[in-house]
């Protein structure tokens, strides 16, 4: 990809052209591809981190260890989820103004977001490590899981700072479209990743053998790496988005206006996270022989690969649409979304016709029995039906956000996570005991609800008269 596609350029971004489908589906592909290149790199590396763990050289270690790396992957979410906190109030202001041509406010916008983002993994970080043991015991891991998975989330507290910089500030570049920077960040996060994790495990390219560790510290290292490097990009500057040290000085102004918006999605994935924390907890506690919550995480990690196709449409359609309403046109957010939708959406609905066709193919390369692949393979079939549901949810929420709808949003997965997904795996799980096949069913049927409600939200169009 050339230089010139590293941001949309303003001309592109404002003129009465983009009226234009063309024109349009130009700009959403210049803003999804390297999002999508970032996400798919990013899944491999998950990929890889559970082939590692399910291919320990101690046979007995392997289902345990994949369950581990299953319930960090939890963890991992939730830093994502208190970056959306800041994040999404970031992304959405950033979008307007640069929609308005008002660069001192994105700058301005960046300097709090991320001085919030160290902060909050300051204090979360401290937390996290001084209760990192009664929190592993919440997880429900059973056997030798727990040993596992303990000292790699005491590794992932000391560096949340690193992580929540490194991930608030791609927030701050996609909202003002430059996409390109920020997958390239993560891209050579994931690569230092994937190296030091398979060095580290198997004791490859001169480094020590450290076994399961090693797939923990080469994270680390990547995060960290990654943290400092968006900080070096920012201070830098690209394309007129820039971190000054005086725009990290508390401004209240701007810190309520990211606080009224964001905290709505904070709130929304907090609950998200803490019903799906529940969903692992029921599945780690009904099966002491780890073979369900491996077989959970590994089609979870599959599946990755349509999801992850439509999160980058999604951040796309969020930052047209806020662009769009930046520039009074209503009607090419509109726009913006559908085809966000019909792109992204039509290539996760032919992965689920790929999971329900052939799933069992990549279930077998990553399990470590025959009878996880087999469980793995279930679950796939399952969510194969719902992916078109599924999409809907994630660029039509995600095209909500950008507006700063953001509250709209919560009550959608108030409704749908509370009152279907955790009480229904409850029901399922905990109470009638029906398995990991039942359990999923449920799953898929409240991401096809969630996805009918968002779709439901952006036709009704109150979104359009959100202020920011």
């Given at each position: 990809m050339t230089r010139a596609a590293t941001a949309i350029p303003l001309q592109h971004s404002i003129g009465p052209s983009d009226s234009d489908r063309g024109t349009l589906f130009r700009q959403l592909l210049l803003l999804a591809l390297p999002v999508l290149a970032e996400n798919m790199l990013h899944m491999v590396v998950g990929i890889n981190d559970t082939y590692l763990a399910n291919k320990l050289k101690i046979v007995?270690?392997?289902?345990?260890?994949?369950?581990?790396?299953?319930?960090?992957?939890?963890?991992?979410?939730?830093?994502?989820?208190?970056?959306?906190?800041?994040?999404?109030?970031?992304?959405?202001?950033?979008?307007?103004?640069?929609?308005?041509?008002?660069?001192?406010?994105?700058?301005?916008?960046?300097?709090?977001?991320?001085?919030?983002?160290?902060?909050?993994?300051?204090?979360?970080?401290?937390?996290?490590?001084?209760?990192?043991?009664?929190?592993?015991?919440?997880?429900?891991?059973?056997?030798?899981?727990?040993?596992?998975?303990?000292?790699?989330?005491?590794?992932?507290?000391?560096?949340l700072p690193f992580t929540m910089a490194m991930q608030i500030a791609?927030?701050?570049?996609?909202?003002?479209?430059?996409?390109?920077?920020?997958?390239?960040?993560?891209?050579?996060?994931?690569?230092?990743?994937?190296?030091?994790?398979?060095?580290?495990?198997?004791?490859?390219?001169?480094?020590?053998e450290l076994g399961f560790n090693g797939i923990a510290l080469g994270t680390i290292i990547a995060y960290v790496f990654g943290g400092i490097a968006q900080f070096i990009v920012l201070l830098h500057?690209?394309?007129?988005?820039?971190?000054?040290?005086?725009?990290?000085?508390?401004?209240?102004?701007?810190?309520?206006?990211?606080?009224?918006?964001?905290l709505p999605a904070g709130a929304e994935g907090i609950l998200m996270w803490l019903a799906n924390f529940g969903v692992m907890r029921i599945i780690n506690s009904i099966d002491p022989t780890n073979a369900m919550p491996n077989a959970h995480m590994n089609a979870i990690r599959i599946e990755s690969v349509s999801f992850m196709t439509g999160l980058a449409f999604a951040a796309a359609a969020a930052t047209m649409v806020g662009q769009s309403l930046g520039m009074k046109d209503t009607r090419r957010a509109v726009r913006s979304a559908l085809l966000a939708y019909a792109v992204g959406g039509g290539a996760m609905t032919l992965c689920g016709i790929f999971f329900i066709l052939f799933g069992r193919y990549p279930a077998a390369l990553l399990a470590p029995n025959a009878q996880i692949a087999a469980l793995t393979t279930r679950c796939l079939f399952i969510t194969g039906f719902i992916q078109c549901?599924?999409?809907a949810y994630i660029i039509f929420s995600s095209a909500l956000r950008g507006a700063g709808d953001t509250f709209a949003v919560?009550?959608?997965?108030?409704?749908?996570?509370?009152?279907?997904?955790?009480?229904g795996v409850m029901i399922v799980g905990a109470w009638l005991h029906r398995g990991l096949g039942a359990i999923w069913v449920v799953l898929a049927a409240e991401l096809f609800l969630r996805g009918v409600l968002a779709s439901a939200r952006f036709y009704q169009g109150g979104w359009k008269q959100v202020k920011v």
């Amino acid at each position: 990809m050339t230089r010139a596609a590293t941001a949309i350029p303003l001309q592109h971004s404002i003129g009465p052209s983009d009226s234009d489908r063309g024109t349009l589906f130009r700009q959403l592909l210049l803003l999804a591809l390297p999002v999508l290149a970032e996400n798919m790199l990013h899944m491999v590396v998950g990929i890889n981190d559970t082939y590692l763990a399910n291919k320990l050289k101690i046979v007995a270690d392997r289902a345990p260890a994949g369950a581990a790396v299953g319930t960090i992957t939890y963890f991992l979410w939730f830093f994502g989820l208190l970056v959306s906190s800041v994040g999404a109030g970031t992304t959405a202001i950033i979008a307007r103004a640069r929609g308005a041509r008002h660069r001192s406010m994105a700058n301005s916008v960046t300097g709090q977001s991320m001085t919030a983002s160290v902060l909050i993994g300051l204090i979360v970080g401290v937390l996290i490590y001084l209760f990192a043991v009664p929190i592993m015991r919440l997880t429900g891991l059973q056997g030798a899981a727990p040993a596992f998975a303990l000292p790699y989330l005491r590794m992932l507290a000391v560096t949340l700072p690193f992580t929540m910089a490194m991930q608030i500030a791609g927030s701050c570049q996609r909202g003002y479209g430059d996409t390109f920077t920020a997958a390239l960040v993560m891209i050579a996060v994931d690569i230092v990743n994937a190296f030091f994790s398979w060095g580290l495990c198997r004791g490859w390219f001169g480094l020590p053998e450290l076994g399961f560790n090693g797939i923990a510290l080469g994270t680390i290292i990547a995060y960290v790496f990654g943290g400092i490097a968006q900080f070096i990009v920012l201070l830098h500057g690209r394309h007129g988005l820039r971190l000054f040290w005086h725009r990290m000085r508390p401004h209240w102004t701007t810190i309520k206006r990211l606080v009224r918006i964001g905290l709505p999605a904070g709130a929304e994935g907090i609950l998200m996270w803490l019903a799906n924390f529940g969903v692992m907890r029921i599945i780690n506690s009904i099966d002491p022989t780890n073979a369900m919550p491996n077989a959970h995480m590994n089609a979870i990690r599959i599946e990755s690969v349509s999801f992850m196709t439509g999160l980058a449409f999604a951040a796309a359609a969020a930052t047209m649409v806020g662009q769009s309403l930046g520039m009074k046109d209503t009607r090419r957010a509109v726009r913006s979304a559908l085809l966000a939708y019909a792109v992204g959406g039509g290539a996760m609905t032919l992965c689920g016709i790929f999971f329900i066709l052939f799933g069992r193919y990549p279930a077998a390369l990553l399990a470590p029995n025959a009878q996880i692949a087999a469980l793995t393979t279930r679950c796939l079939f399952i969510t194969g039906f719902i992916q078109c549901g599924f999409a809907a949810y994630i660029i039509f929420s995600s095209a909500l956000r950008g507006a700063g709808d953001t509250f709209a949003v919560m009550l959608i997965s108030l409704i749908s996570v509370v009152a279907l997904r955790f009480i229904g795996v409850m029901i399922v799980g905990a109470w009638l005991h029906r398995g990991l096949g039942a359990i999923w069913v449920v799953l898929a049927a409240e991401l096809f609800l969630r996805g009918v409600l968002a779709s439901a939200r952006f036709y009704q169009g109150g979104w359009k008269q959100v202020k920011v």
